[in-house]
């Protein structure tokens, strides 16, 4: 069965960087573009870009151009998102999902609380 | 990319159904058929109900279905459960390969 494995909570400052990485299971990890979307406490979900991992070709949300960047590492299967400058607005909890293969995200992760606070 | 549009909220008593819309432009609910609709219940991941539109996935009840008319999208739920009880967001491929969700309905049953 598909499986979206996250890394854990992280704490940063303001100004800061973090990485956040998903680790994928039971399917073939090149086949599917991977989304990142994260929600703030107690607001909606916000979509912030793709990657797709055959060819590393990415698309980022414009919000989020020039401050995210997403990657992947095909030979452990594992999508990552790092994300620079952090404000403490962007205290969130970020997800990976995957693509059903046509646009529509249909599996995900558990979620990575990143928490930016001075 | 500005967010589809969803009620805040919408309540129903058990037994009866609702219908959740979703409004978005000719950039995206209205030239694709790649709407998909999460469940998120508190402190937990989304769950996808309806994807592509129409589909269901494996293990998601019947009593979920989605519909499109022009730039609106619907999630029916038929039979209303109090497990149903959750917040519900709405999301479409969008023009540029992007995807744009909706604001998030919060479902009552009363």
């Known amino acids: 069965q598909v499986q979206l494995v996250q890394s854990g909570a992280e704490v940063k400052k303001p100004g800061a960087s973090v990485k956040v990485s998903c680790k994928a299971s039971?399917?073939?990890?090149?086949?599917?573009?991977m989304h990142w979307v994260r929600q703030a406490p107690g607001q909606g979900l916000e979509w912030m870009g793709w990657?797709?991992?055959?060819?590393?070709?990415?698309n980022y949300a414009q919000k989020f151009q020039g401050r995210v960047t997403m990657t992947r590492d095909t030979s452990i299967s594992t999508a990552y998102m790092e994300l620079s400058s952090l404000r403490s607005d962007d205290t969130a909890v970020y997800y990976c999902?995957?693509?059903?293969?046509?646009?529509?995200?249909?599996?995900w992760g558990q979620g990575a609380l990143v928490t930016v606070s001075s | 990319q500005s967010a589809l549009t969803q009620p805040a909220s919408v309540s129903g008593s058990p037994g009866q159904s609702i219908t959740i819309s979703c409004t978005g432009t000719n950039s995206d609910v209205g030239s694709y058929n790649l709407v998909s609709w999460y469940q998120q219940h508190p402190g937990k991941a989304p769950k996808v109900m309806i994807y592509e539109g129409t589909k269901r996935p494996s293990g998601v009840s019947n009593r979920f279905s989605g519909s499109k008319s022009g730039n609106t999208a619907s999630l029916t739920i038929s039979g209303l459960q109090a497990e149903d009880e959750a917040d519900y967001y709405c999301?479409?491929?969008?023009?540029?390969?992007?995807?744009?969700f909706g604001g998030g309905t919060k479902l009552t049953v009363l």
């Open positions: 999902a995957r693509e059903a293969g046509s646009g529509s995200v249909v599996y």
């Open positions: 999301s479409s491929y969008s023009d540029g390969s992007t995807l744009v």
């Open positions: 039971g399917y073939t990890f090149t086949g599917y573009y």
């Open positions: 990657i797709n991992p055959n060819s590393d070709d990415t």
